[in-house]
């Protein structure tokens, strides 16, 4: 299994995005299609749902705020950058 923190805690993430068989098929060409962008959609769902099928409810809950969480981030990461863009 990936890890999802690197030998130094930190947030391996990219790392385990940027390895990714999913990851590299699309980017192979470096173009993003919209049938590329559709499918990867529904390997992300269908992922959320097979999950959702083997976790307890408590781990539904566990998994649903760490996704929140990490969107929170990117969030509030894209406009960190953007505002120091305009600073």
């Given at each position: 299994m990936k890890t999802i923190f690197d030998?130094?805690?930190l947030l391996n993430i990219s790392d385990v995005i940027l390895n990714h068989s999913s990851y590299k098929?699309?980017?192979e060409d470096g173009i993003v299609t919209d049938v590329e962008l559709?499918?990867?959609t529904e390997a992300a769902i269908a992922s959320?749902?097979?999950l959702e099928s083997i976790c307890n409810e408590?781990?539904?809950e566990?998994?649903?705020n760490t996704m929140s969480e990490l969107g929170v981030l990117y969030a509030?990461?894209?406009n960190y950058q953007n505002q120091n863009k305009t600073l």
């Open positions: 030998e130094n805690g098929a699309i980017m559709k499918d990867q959320l749902r097979y408590e781990q539904q566990a998994i649903l509030v990461y894209q």
